[in-house]
């Protein structure tokens, strides 16, 4: 499975914005995204209504958004 399929004249990271940060959002989306296509993709911001939730999977993957 490719996530990204790479041009080497125009090559641009994928920019993703993470909303809601349950379970489905930090296992699903934010892991992968920063550990196994950190080449190609990068998150940008993290929101949830609860703003502790956010700086804690923010935390979690060791970034300053």
Do not use: H, W
Request: with cysteine; hydrophobic share 40%.
């Amino acid at each position: 499975l490719v996530l990204c399929v790479l041009d080497f004249v125009d090559y641009k990271m994928k920019k993703y914005v993470l909303v809601g940060t349950g379970s489905r959002g930090t296992l699903a989306y934010l892991n992968p995204i920063t550990k196994r296509y950190q080449d190609c993709a990068e998150i940008c911001g993290v929101y949830d209504l609860d703003s502790k939730r956010a700086k804690n999977a923010l935390a979690k993957i060791e970034a300053d958004i």
